[in-house]
């Protein structure tokens, strides 16, 4: 807990079971009130593993998908009352241990979504991130901050945190239950007005550690495209896509500091910018 709201940390899993324990173990629990795993159909021992570190999983009846993984954490964290919401992939490529300074920087009422990237202040090649997922990193944000007029340094970690006020607002329920879900939902978060912020992570591409193949970067590399394109043309009123239908919140900057660190109200962006 910090600053009076409880924590929740979400592992949505798939074949976890190499690195699940040292994420886990590298959790500070003196901060992290509720650890939540989610597990879509694992063919290894994650449930085992899970077990063994005390964990009570939640187990999809067949392979989802890892958005669909991402809408039960966290209408399951919602739904036990957490205050602050942080996903840390369980495949130890992101350092569990920045759990309390994500958020902390929401708690203490400075931003409703915080990423953890993985290309501020670092060298991400040398530490361990392929070439090809690099470039296609750097050309993807790249689109991605100029269609959506944004300056995030990138849209793909891993690593998030989410206040319980952004995540009630937003709908990811309508979200795609892959892996671009991860894209829609920073879209969602940017038409809502959602104050973002980003924290440099170490990168680890380690043997056991999860990554999707060529083929499924590509397809998801389109994926991305696609919810720049239909962003643009949500907000210039030429179509309309349900996922991006978010209600108005119907909050002032000024409201929004008023509640600061509540946890019930966004706090939105420091001015109104025309898109």
């Known amino acids: 807990m910090l600053n009076g709201q409880s924590i929740s940390v979400v592992l949505p899993a798939y074949n976890a079971g190499e690195t699940l324990k040292r994420t886990v173990d590298e959790l500070d629990r003196t901060v992290v009130d509720n650890v939540l795993l989610v597990d ?4 290894d021992d994650t449930l085992e593993q899970a077990a063994l570190l005390g964990l009570t999983p939640i187990c999809h009846d067949r392979n989802r998908g890892y958005g669909a993984n991402q809408k039960t954490c966290y ?20 350092s569990p241990r920045l759990v309390p300074a994500m958020a902390a920087m929401i708690a203490y009422g400075e931003y409703d979504f915080v990423l953890g990237s993985r290309i501020l202040a670092q060298n991400s090649v040398a530490r361990g991130m ?7 990193n750097r050309v993807l944000t790249f689109c991605e901050n100029v269609v959506l007029q944004e300056k995030l ?24 239950d892959d892996f671009v879900f991860d894209n829609q939902i920073i879209a969602q978060a940017v038409i809502i007005g959602a104050n973002i912020g980003e924290l440099s992570c170490p990168t680890r591409y380690l043997a056991d550690s999860s990554s999707i193949g060529f083929k499924r970067s590509v397809q998801y590399g389109i994926g991305v495209m696609r919810t720049a394109a239909q962003y643009r043309l949500h907000v210039i009123g030429a179509r ?36």
């Open 130 to 136: 392929p070439r090809y997922k690099f470039v296609a």
């Open 153 to 176: 340094s990138e849209y793909h970690t891993g690593l998030r945190a989410y206040s319980k006020a952004l995540l009630e607002a937003l709908p990811f329920e309508r979200n795609s």
């Open 40 to 43: 879509d159909m694992s063919t």
């Open 240 to 275: 309309h896509y349900p996922f991006l239908e978010v209600a108005d919140p119907k909050r002032s900057t000024a409201e929004g500091a008023d509640v600061r660190g509540k946890g019930t109200t966004l706090i939105g962006r420091p001015q109104t910018r025309t898109r």
């Open 75 to 94: 209408r399951t964290a919602l739904d036990l009352g957490a205050d602050i919401v942080v996903m840390v992939h369980p495949d130890y490529q992101y």
